[in-house]
């Protein structure tokens, strides 16, 4: 029988802009249901490879596939949080939620009980009729987040969701946001300069050169779930990560 076929295929990806080139051949695989954070020097491409993954940009060479096929968010379900989180101010906490099942046409019944779920979790039942501009930082990622898995996508692209925020803070919407990777198993790919934080996270953690940018490794993070950040095993793969990337 064939092997499943990968979530993502990353396949001689390379990407230029006129003379600079950025990726440099990248070839990776992410497993469904995985979590994979990927780290990497300041403006090694980490963004043009997510860019490269929404087509927002054509790839100069290579294939990003989805479930075997070239990826298309506009034909797979395919969900973003960005550092620039943003709700729709005019829309109530409820109605963020519920934006993009209404765009995906989402049946009523299932619309309705998706939103109810994911208000719960984050723990925002009791604020559904807020409007943006009432609620604290805290609240509007918890709706970023929220309305990112309310249409159980396949396949979530962060992009240094937390890097602005407080350690506190950042902790906390990490500890929920595995939460919510547990309980719906969706692929998450998470980009981030914070090498605590992809230890504190992921299951693999993909580490990228300097530019021209390649895969330098891929480790695997068998620390359990929930991680303490002091523990030695933790502090050793955290030393482990940073020296692969001071030496790139
Ligand atoms: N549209 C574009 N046109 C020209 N050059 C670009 C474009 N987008 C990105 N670049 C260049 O590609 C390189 C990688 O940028 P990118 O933003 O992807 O890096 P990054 O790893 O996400 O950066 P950071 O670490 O600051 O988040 C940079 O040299 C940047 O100037």
Redesign the pocket.
């Known amino acids: 029988m064939a092997n499943k076929e990968p979530k993502v295929k990353v396949q001689n990806l390379t990407k230029r ?2 003379d ?1 080139l ?1 990726l440099d051949n990248l070839n990776f695989e992410v497993e469904e249901g995985e979590f994979l954070c990927i780290v ?10 997510l860019n490269s993954l929404t087509r927002l ?1 054509e790839p100069t060479a290579g294939d990003i596939l989805v479930n075997g096929i070239p990826v298309d968010p506009k034909k797979q379900n395919i969900s973003y949080i960005f550092q620039e989180y943003s709700s729709f101010p005019w829309l109530t906490v409820e109605q963020n939620i519920r934006f993009g099942l209404e765009i995906k046409k989402t049946p009523k019944a299932e619309a309705d009980a998706n939103v109810e779920e994911m208000l719960n979790i984050v723990g925002l039942t009791k604020f559904r009729n807020y409007y943006p501009s009432q609620l604290s930082i805290s609240m509007l990622q918890r709706v970023a987040i929220a309305r990112a898995f309310a249409t159980k996508p396949e396949l979530l692209l962060m992009d ?1 969701p937390y890097g602005q925020l407080d350690i506190d803070l950042r902790f906390k919407l990490e500890d929920e946001l595995i939460k919510l990777w547990k309980k719906t198993g969706t692929t998450v790919l998470f ?1 981030t ?1 914070n090498i605590e934080e992809a230890v504190y996270l992921s299951q693999k953690i993909m580490v990228l050169t300097n ?1 021209p940018t390649s895969v330098k490794t891929v480790l695997d993070n068998p620390l359990p779930l929930p991680r303490d950040v002091v523990s030695p095993e933790f502090v050793e793969l955290r030393n482990k990560v940073t020296d692969l990337i001071k030496w790139w």
């Open positions: 802009f006129g600079l950025v990497g020097p300041t403006g090694c491409g980490k963004t043009t490879f940009y240094e980009i300069h530019k």
